[in-house]
């Protein structure tokens, strides 16, 4: 048997300019009244105390920075709860 994976053509399928912003980036502050609080105070772009997608997808960025403490690109739910405290205490 020989394998030809290198050889198949591309798909047919329309290559996507943009990903959409990702509904889990505002599922994060919507279930959270503490981060969702801090992200209203330092992410609400246009100030009109409503976390658009895009305002939703920096603060969900800024918080994996602060979460992610052993650096992995994963917030693991110890890392969360972590976080949380620390937003708390200090913002
Ligand atoms: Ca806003
Ligand atoms: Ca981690």
Redesign the pocket.
Known sequence: MVALAAASPLGAQPAKSQLPPTPAAQQIFERDWVLMNWALKYYDADRDVLLEPNEAQAAAEAFRRIA???G?G???TL?YRQARAFILARY
């Open positions: 992610d403490a052993d992995d994963r917030v693991t890392e």
